[in-house]
Each structure stands twice: as structure tokens, then as C-alpha cells.
């Protein structure tokens, strides 16, 4: 089946440190992969995506490359700030299946001033 | 530009009583879903839509019922309300699945709804 699997958190950094969340997933055929944040209090919003091998998603100075060879979709930033604190969730896509979307369990990230 | 509005944000009930939560979408999105989210367990998917008058159940679709009500609402009914389901539900929309397309769309997401069932 299809699932994704996330670093367990919660990852708490100082400002300006640099950050790497890790995602690995599992897939039949060829997935979309999806980074989503969560901050206190809201819903889900898309964070980036890519949807082929060698892709690099990118937004608000987070970055993530879809590598195929590993199975991986890894999230990083340069240097993180406080507003950045939230909960983060990996995520899949496939055309087949009867789940259109597959979260991982979440990685909550505490930033420090 | 309201997006996925969710009703209602907060609500305490007893075991056994029965409720509606809503959902509704301006965005034109022929495709919904319903999540709920416990601690350490992500989000799981309880019912979807494709599209307006289907249905389809998810993976933890026990003691939930859904309303297709038209293209813009989604609700999702817990007749007899347990414990179990205390959770935070949200309701998600997307374009629709049409071809290799459905795997590139992205989901919009509401605030959510936190439901304690006492």
C-alpha cells in the first residue's frame, strides 16, 4: 500500500538554524508528494509539491527535492524563525487507490528566539 | 475569498447524541473530504467525494455517515457520538480527479471542528 513516514518530533531549533525534516514514503506508481504546514489553531495549507523525480518544490524559503533513487521528499530551510513554528505533514498523491491523499503522522517544530 | 468554511469550530456532547458538522466550499471544487486528527496520528480520511452524488469511504469510516448535499457542501453526521471520536475534524476540497491531473491538485483545508464527546 501507500504510506508515508516522517521524522518524529517535536525538532526544537534557534532562529536562524538551519533545518531538515525527513520523509520517506512507499508507492504504487508514480506519486505526487506534497509538504503541508499546519500552524496553531488552523487548518492545513500547502506548503509546496512535486510531482515527478528530480523536482524541487519550493516556498516561503523552504525547499524539498523528490528523489526517486531513495524514496525520499526531505524538508530543509536555510534558517528558520520563530514564525515558522507549527506542525509540518508529508503527504502522497496517487492516481489509483481509494485514498487521494496520504499524510504522514505530522512533525511539530518549535522555534526559539 | 472564504475558501472551505467550517461549522461549527467548537462542540461538547454527551455519548449517545447525535450531530451534523458542515462544510462548504466557494472555490468551484468538485472534489471534498473529511479528515479528523488525533495526536501522534496524523490525519486519517473518513468519506470523500469525487464529485457531486458519490461518495466513497475512507479509512476509518465506522460510526460517520456523509451528505453529498451539492457541489459547494459536504457535511458529515455521527448518529450515536462516542468517546472514541473525540477528535478534531476537518474538511478538505480539491479539483477534481480527471486523469493523471487528480494526482498534481492540492488540497484545501478548513479550520476545523473540535468535538468532545463526554
Known amino acids: 500500500g501507500n504510506s508515508v513516514t516522517q521524522m518524529e518530533g517535536p525538532v526544537t531549533l534557534s532562529e536562524e538554524a538551519f533545518l531538515t525534516i525527513n520523509c520517506t514514503y512507499t508507492?504504487?506508481?508514480?506519486?505526487?508528494l506534497f509538504w503541508y504546514v499546519q500552524y496553531p489553531g488552523e487548518g492545513l495549507q500547502l506548503l509546496l509539491k512535486a510531482t515527478k523525480a528530480d523536482d524541487k518544490g519550493s516556498n516561503k524559503g523552504f525547499e524539498a527535492t523528490y528523489r526517486k533513487e531513495t524514496t525520499s521528499f526531505h524538508l530543509e530551510k536555510g534558517s528558520v524563525q520563530v514564525s515558522d513554528s507549527a506542525v509540518y505533514f508529508c503527504?502522497?498523491?496517487?492516481?489509483?487507490?481509494?485514498?487521494?491523499?496520504?499524510f504522514g503522522k505530522g512533525t511539530r517544530l518549535s522555534v526559539i528566539a | 475569498n472564504a475558501g472551505v468554511t467550517q461549522t461549527p469550530k467548537f462542540q461538547v456532547l454527551k455519548t449517545g447524541q447525535s450531530m451534523t458538522l458542515q462544510c462548504a466550499q466557494d472555490?468551484?471544487?468538485?472534489?471534498m473530504y473529511w479528515y479528523r486528527q488525533d495526536p501522534g496520528m496524523g490525519l486519517r480520511l473518513i468519506y470523500y467525494s469525487a464529485s457531486e452524488g458519490t461518495t466513497d469511504k475512507g479509512e476509518v469510516p465506522n460510526g460517520y455517515n456523509v451528505s453529498r448535499l451539492n457541489k459547494r457542501e459536504f457535511s458529515l453526521r455521527l448518529e450515536s457520538a462516542a468517546p472514541s471520536q473525540t477528535s478534531v475534524y476537518f474538511c478538505?476540497?480539491?479539483?477534481?480527479?480527471?486523469?493523471?491531473?487528480?494526482?498534481?491538485?492540492?488540497?484545501?483545508f478548513g479550520d476545523g471542528t473540535r468535538l468532545s464527546i463526554l
Open positions: 472555490m468551484n471544487h468538485n472534489s
Open positions: 478538505a476540497s480539491s479539483e477534481k480527479r480527471t486523469g493523471l491531473q487528480h494526482s498534481n491538485q492540492p488540497q484545501h
Open positions: 503527504a502522497l498523491s496517487v492516481y489509483s487507490g481509494n485514498t487521494p491523499l496520504v
Open positions: 508507492a504504487t506508481g508514480y506519486p505526487s
